[in-house]
């Protein structure tokens, strides 16, 4: 049963017995590219799983504010399905500028800083901003026998911008894992990625719903009573990353004027 069922977004609850479990899927074509339209659906989305838990959370019964909550997302939960998102409208963003920048980087600073825990189920490739969405969430589950997950922006010419950067930083840790994925444009596979620490598991395709939706289970208890404590305590953790995507700076390279 769909909770929400957008233009190009749908959001349902995959089990009835676990009230604060979500699924959100994009549907915005074959690619799944960021638009306007599907960031500000993907917000309409995220209002409605939060009114959901505030009523879980103020329901007469606890039993749904116990077991907590959390969301999974993907692009597609076929095998066919070819891209978990190929990144932004480029053409879109570049032509319209902060007023597509500052919301897309909300939407990530809002997915990092989720109530409850966040799960991708990367079922095809994520470039771009894909990848950047992707990392945006707490775990990351990604199909072994499709797909590439990789920051192609040099390879388009265009630099990242201060938030995006961060976000980017915050996740990938090794120092040439970083190196390689934003200045030679690696496309990691699954389990490359894996290797590489910023996804947590490689599974086929036809298993990668079910994995996240186990990992999302796993998780949801912590966010036990759906209060505000999991989204401070991720705020606290990616506190200089969040600032730098709410602060609005979309010049790369800013600072270098003070040298």
């Avoid at 659906?41 to 799983?49: F, R, T, V, Y």
């Avoid at 920048?101 to 909300?106: A, E, F, I, K, S």
């Amino acid at each position: 049963m769909s909770l929400v069922d957008l233009p190009l977004v749908k959001l349902t609850r995959p089990e009835s017995s676990s009230p604060g479990l979500f699924m959100l899927q994009l549907n915005n074509g074959a690619e799944n590219r960021f638009t306007l339209q599907l960031i500000t659906e993907i917000m309409q989305a995220l209002d409605h799983i939060d009114q959901q838990l505030d009523n879980l959370s103020s329901s007469s019964s606890s039993e749904g504010a116990a077991q907590g909550g959390a969301l999974i997302t993907t692009g597609g939960t076929g095998v066919d399905n070819k891209f978990y998102s190929n990144g932004l409208a480029i053409q879109d963003a570049m032509a319209i500028g902060d007023a597509f920048y500052l919301p897309y980087m909300r939407m990530l600073a809002r997915l990092l800083t989720f109530r409850i825990p966040t799960v991708a189920a990367i079922n095809g490739h994520a470039f771009a901003g894909g990848c950047m969405f992707a990392l945006a969430h707490d775990y990351r589950v990604m199909r072994s026998d499709r797909g590439w997950i990789a920051m192609n922006e040099i390879d388009l010419g265009i630099p990242l911008i201060p938030g995006m950067a961060a976000i980017v930083r915050c996740k990938v840790k090794g120092e040439a894992d970083l190196r390689d994925c934003v200045l030679s444009a690696r496309r990691f596979r699954a389990s490359e990625a894996v290797a590489a620490g910023f996804v947590d598991k490689a599974v086929e395709g036809d298993q990668l719903i079910q994995t996240a939706t186990d990992y999302a289970k796993a998780m949801a208890p912590k966010a036990r009573g759906l209060s505000t404590v999991f989204h401070l305590i991720k705020a606290e953790i990616y506190r200089d990353t969040v600032s730098l995507l709410l602060a609005g700076g979309t010049t790369p390279g800013d600072y270098l004027a003070k040298l």
